[in-house]
């Protein structure tokens, strides 16, 4: 199995809950698509050839402040678990790991991580820069992954055409390149049932959602990742605003929703809470949508402060680690299927029993009581 | 015919496989087909990529300018948009000149413009100083901006002293 420990933080900096807005949002993402000029895309290019390509942005990224200590992986030599567990830590998208059994890895791919960002290489495109932060926080996100940008594209000739901006192999991309996805828990909206009007308003908008893992993942947890749905005819700039703008409605909603839920139905939110909590302590076997459903209740809780002193950053560390290859990686050892949920219960009871040791007894009573 | 993996759903693909020289051939719904790893290219109808690609030769007879226009070959790459309308991606960057009158409307459909009003790719390194008339202090600044705005000290000392050199 890969070292993981030789990443900065493990490449999860995201989890911190350090950013602004944490009780709603669990991280941000910026990616830009980047093509290389001189060589053909994707589905065109031949092992040889992607070689080559991997070669020329190794040899780039090393003479960059951004990427100069990048930790490399090649990613199409990995076993299985270990693409699972980039995959997990969303270092690696779905098309890159392969992480079905028996998936197809795509000879010559590459993954470059430094600090709170990365580079896919070879993936739909040649190269796809990211940054993940911690919270809402785009600004920040933004300037880092254009940062890199700036220093890649003056050592790597990009395709970009004058009328079309930047080229991609899939022409929903071309333009800027540019998808800002917010990763926001919205369990009130679920709760009153509202979430569907306005996800709808959303797309008509020209934002689009998706599941935890981006593209063809299926939202659980009540954890949405919103993001603009075009990349072409608006700059950055306003593709960023435009996006900030509608998740900071979306957050006013979503507080509202609480709002009325603690109001109106008190004992019953109060109730499914600390069953979550419950659940999550003393269950023996707990499979992976259970668990993301349980941690949306108890993350609700805690934004509520119904239940007092659970970090949101061990929630969201239990988002990652309680995923099939994390819970194969802790034991150091590919899992039987129906070990996982045993497994994931166990190390669930683990984490929260040391929460609430490190946070003392009050930690499990609510804070009218007592 | 139903899907022989889950039985539930209607097959729509379906698969020859040789089992110790036996040769079966079973359907699969898009969903076990996916969950397997087969690309069916269903699934890619439901967007207005998917749309516009199954209208992409839809009238085609073969004897149609349509039908010869699907299979000229970009001059670069040699894909076609026959193979376009299969994988949904398109060969190299020439190709968006080859083919661009049907990459334009897909563009326009898709994006609501066919024009780039952001960031514009300023070349490598010798390009850009060459052509920026105060040889890329004003990139160079906006660069030192932006790394600091990222917290990126590190870039930030490095592009200052860049900056120091070239002024």
């Known amino acids: 199995m890969i070292d993981l420990s030789l990443l900065p933080d493990g490449g999860m900096a995201w989890l911190e809950a350090s950013g602004p807005g944490s009780h709603l949002v669990v991280s941000t993402r910026v990616r830009l698509a980047r093509n290389l000029d001189r060589h053909r895309f994707i589905t065109r290019t031949d092992p040889k050839e992607r070689e080559s390509i991997l070669a020329e942005v190794e040899g780039a990224a090393a003479a960059t402040a951004g990427l100069g200590r990048a930790v490399k992986f090649r990613v199409d030599r990995l076993d299985l678990v270990d693409r699972q567990l980039l995959?997990?830590?969303?270092?690696?998208?779905?098309?890159?790991?392969?992480?079905?059994?028996?998936?197809r890895v795509r000879p010559g791919s590459g993954l470059l991580v430094q600090d709170r960002a990365s580079v896919m290489v070879n993936e739909e495109d040649h190269l796809r820069l990211q940054a993940l932060r911690s919270g809402f926080a785009l600004e920040a996100t933004w300037a880092h992954v254009s940062t890199l940008d700036t220093e890649l594209g003056q050592r790597l000739a990009f395709a970009f055409h004058p009328e079309f901006g930047y080229l991609t192999s899939c022409p929903t991309n071309v333009g800027t390149g540019l998808r800002a996805s917010v990763?926001?828990?919205?369990?009130?909206?679920?709760?009153?049932k509202e979430i569907n009007k306005i996800l709808q308003g959303l797309t008509q908008v020209g934002?689009?959602?998706?599941?935890?893992?981006?593209?063809?993942?299926?939202?659980?947890g009540n954890l949405f990742q919103l993001s603009n749905q075009t990349t072409?005819?608006?700059?950055?700039?306003?593709?960023?605003?435009?996006?900030?703008?509608?998740?900071?409605q979306v957050m006013e909603y979503e507080e509202r929703a609480r709002q009325i839920l603690l109001r109106d139905a008190t004992a019953i939110l109060e109730d499914k809470v600390w069953r979550a909590f419950g659940l999550l302590r003393y269950a023996r076997t707990l499979s992976f949508e259970e668990t993301m459903n349980l941690l949306s209740g108890v993350r609700l809780g805690v934004g509520l402060g119904l239940i007092p002193s659970v970090g949101m950053y061990t929630l969201n560390k239990l988002l990652v680690f309680t995923q099939p290859a994390h819970l194969a990686a802790a034991q150091g050892r590919v899992l039987a299927d129906e070990e996982v949920p045993v497994r994931r219960a166990a190390y669930v009871r683990q984490v929260l029993e040391a929460e609430v040791g490190r946070r003392g007894p009050s930690a499990e009573s609510p804070p009218t009581q007592g | 015919?139903?899907?022989?993996?889950?039985?539930?759903r209607e097959g729509v693909v379906s698969l020859t496989q040789i089992v110790e020289g036996d040769v079966r051939t079973v359907s699969l719904c898009a969903k076990c087909a996916a969950e397997k790893g087969i690309e069916t290219g269903i699934g890619l109808a439901d967007t207005p990529l998917g749309g516009f690609l199954a209208a992409l030769g839809e009238s085609a007879d073969p004897d149609a300018p349509l039908a010869a226009a699907l299979e000229a070959g970009c001059p670069s790459c040699g894909a076609t948009l026959r193979d376009f309308r299969e994988t949904g991606r398109v060969g190299c960057a020439e190709c968006y000149r080859a083919f661009d009158a049907p990459l334009r409307e897909l563009l326009r459909r898709l994006h609501g413009s066919t024009h780039h009003t952001g960031t514009r790719y300023q070349g490598t390194e010798m390009a850009a100083v060459v052509s920026a008339p105060d040889g890329g202090a004003r990139e160079l600044r906006e660069q030192l901006r932006r790394a600091i705005d990222a917290e990126q000290f590190e870039l930030a000392a490095e592009l200052r002293d860049r900056l120091r050199e070239r002024e």
Not at chain 1, 183 to 192: E, F, I, N
Not at chain 1, 232 to 244: I, Q, V
């Open chain 1, 183 to 192: 990763l926001v828990h919205l369990p009130g909206l679920v709760l009153t």
């Open chain 1, 232 to 248: 072409l005819g608006k700059t950055e700039r306003e593709l960023l605003d435009h996006l900030g703008k509608l998740v900071r």
């Open chain 1, 207 to 220: 934002l689009t959602f998706r599941g935890l893992y981006g593209e063809g993942s299926e939202v659980v």
């Open chain 2, 1 to 8: 015919m139903k899907c022989s993996a889950c039985g539930e």
């Open chain 1, 87 to 103: 995959h997990e830590r969303h270092l690696v998208s779905r098309e890159l790991a392969a992480p079905e059994t028996g998936g």
